[in-house]
């Protein structure tokens, strides 16, 4: 719909909110947002970028538990778009997932109106821009969804609360990039990395000391007064890896990290010096200011690569006289037995309380049968003279219409349930619109295999899921008996090391068409997602919603009505 329609959704939503007001039902908050080209230069080289209301990256979404968010999306690109909400699980409503297996894109110089609720959900997450390989120029930022005032956090309020963006970044062109993947090539390496928008040096976050001066002792034999510095205050920083390949160390130079929540899920609160954080991931730490008022580096570097890349942002005391200066901070390297034991150290706060009042560890997660076991195993090779990735020996093709059209509607000959088995085959690599058909209520195991050299990344649209277990080598049943079945984290995107595995535990409570995926965006691009049907026979508002009525059809759904206005 154009702007004309905006205006009518207005009127719409207003007349909603008044009887959501006197219902006393979730507030709700409106976005406008303008897509658009502009110049950026990251890294020092002019680029165009995609930019939302003129800004790279684009505005932070700040909202609460159960807010419903009315975000107007304007697509002024030459070329249709889509933006996706990472972590945001769109309950009993995947129409709004923003993936092209579930919404028709925005075409140029058009609007659509995403109507979300961040139903019964906390914590860090992000959005981005979904189709071609448009996530290579922009269009990304931070979500944000507070606890209800009501609801006890386990942590004082911080002085402040911190947005990182972290990510690789290529000076090529989106278009180039993806012009070298359908042509059957693989991506290079990047050339930097981004923080917040910034290359080195770029970005800064101003923080104040706090504090106070205390006696400590009497110095020798001059009867002189020592001070130090106790305490000072405390800062949240909001860690996303908007990046397209690469796992990244975050550190800040001279100060310690205490995680807290992790997309989503308040953490058993544990001291890091330095924290992995994969692409697709989102983290939650708090930062204390205690030390001597100067500068220090914030520092992003690249993990598992040969060639090392680092960038800096300035953490800057506001009573500093003293620039940041000397090298930066080391971080590991290579080392996956030290990822693999820090991720194995996040841990679930069992007596928080999540987005309710009730303790995090009040779902027994551990003692439910499993229903049902899935075996994902990735490969990469060569089809047709082209490079492809896969799940399960299927590499995706996207079809004219979007999955969840095409099952409202029912249409035919769109996809196929079963496309994709269950455990891998070791067939070669084949092209098909893979998508696993899944009952509404089970309760399942899915064991992400990595037979590869590099490590992934995956991430599940429309839940949160148990990490379980991960360890090297080759998955087996004996493996069940490593796993934690107490207060594993819960979280939408988890990491699998190279020749190695990760297991996962995950209620099927949400209906729905989810993307299940690598973050590894140029895997994805190229083949290496499928699509969860999670599928129930009774047609009951309580298990998923109508299709909206602004929704945009397309391909074989085009000319179809959704509901009477």
Avoid at 293 to 320: C, E, G, K, M, P
Avoid at 425 to 449: C, H, K, P, W
Avoid at 528 to 541: A, C, G, I, K
Wanted: hydrophobic content about 35%.
């Amino acid at each position: 719909m154009m702007r004309k329609g905006w205006s009518f959704w207005q009127g719409y939503v207003v007349l909603l909110a008044l009887a959501v007001v006197l219902k006393a039902e979730s507030p709700y908050r409106f976005f406008d947002w303008n897509v658009t080209y502009g110049d950026i230069f990251p890294l020092g080289v002019r680029q165009q970028g995609i930019l939302i209301n003129g800004q790279f990256p684009g505005p932070d979404i700040y909202s609460v538990t159960n807010d419903n968010l009315i975000i107007n999306v304007h697509n002024n690109l030459d070329e249709p778009f889509l933006l996706s909400w990472n972590g945001l699980q769109q309950r009993r409503n995947s129409y709004e997932d923003g993936v092209y297996g579930t919404t028709c894109p925005i075409p140029p110089g058009q609007n659509f109106t995403y109507i979300l609720q961040v139903k019964d959900q906390i914590g860090s997450f992000f959005y981005f821009p979904s189709l071609a390989f448009h996530k290579a120029a922009g269009g990304f930022g931070a979500i944000r969804v507070l606890s209800r005032p009501r609801i006890p956090v386990p942590f004082p309020n911080p002085a402040g609360d911190f947005t990182l963006l972290i990510g690789d970044w290529f000076k090529n062109d989106h278009r180039q990039l993806k012009a070298k993947l359908d042509g059957g090539h693989k991506l290079p390496f990047p050339d930097g990395i981004l923080i917040n928008g910034h290359g080195p040096n770029g970005a800064s976050f101003t923080v104040e000391q706090g504090g106070a001066l205390f006696p400590a002792h009497l110095k020798n034999d001059e009867q002189q007064l020592v001070f130090i510095f106790l305490t000072g205050k405390t800062y949240r920083f909001r860690i996303s890896n908007v990046g397209l390949q690469n796992s990244l160390n975050f550190r800040v130079q001279g100060h310690k990290m205490k995680l807290v929540e992790v997309e989503g899920t308040h953490t058993v609160q544990t001291i890091y010096e330095s924290l992995d954080v994969h692409v697709g991931q989102s983290y939650s730490v708090l930062v204390t200011m205690d030390q001597a008022a100067q500068d220090f580096y914030i520092v992003a570097s690249t993990r598992f690569t040969d060639n090392i890349l680092s960038t800096t942002a300035t953490l800057h005391y506001s009573n500093s006289n003293k620039v940041v200066s000397g090298p930066i901070p080391a971080g590991p390297t290579d080392q996956i037995d030290w990822s693999l034991n820090q991720a194995r150290s996040i841990r679930t706060n069992l007596t928080a309380s999540g987005p309710r009042p009730n303790p995090q560890g009040s779902y027994h997660y551990g003692l439910i049968n499993i229903t049902r076991t899935i075996k994902l195993v990735s490969s990469a090779a060569q089809v047709n003279g082209k490079q492809r990735y896969a799940v399960n020996s299927v590499s995706f093709v996207p079809t004219d219409t979007p999955l969840k059209l095409a099952d409202y509607f029912k249409i035919g000959g769109v996809f196929r349930v079963g496309s994709i088995p269950d455990n891998p085959t070791g067939q070669n690599i084949y092209l098909d619109t893979s998508v696993m058909g899944a009952d509404y209520r089970a309760f399942v195991e899915i064991v992400f295999e990595n037979h590869e050299n590099i490590v992934q990344t995956w991430h599940i649209d429309g839940y949160a899921f148990w990490v379980v277990g991960m360890n090297g080598g080759v998955w087996t049943p004996n493996s069940r008996e490593e796993y934690n079945l107490r207060d594993a984290v819960s979280r939408s995107t988890t990491q699998v090391y190279p020749k190695s595995w990760t297991a996962i535990y995950m209620a099927l409570d949400n209906v729905g068409m989810w993307n299940v995926r690598s973050e590894f965006w140029a895997r994805q691009y190229l083949g290496q997602q499928f699509y969860l049907r999670v599928y129930t026979p009774v047609n009951s508002l309580r298990d998923e919603y109508l299709i909206p009525r602004n929704a945009l059809l397309c391909g074989r759904a085009q000319g179809r009505s959704t509901r009477p206005l």
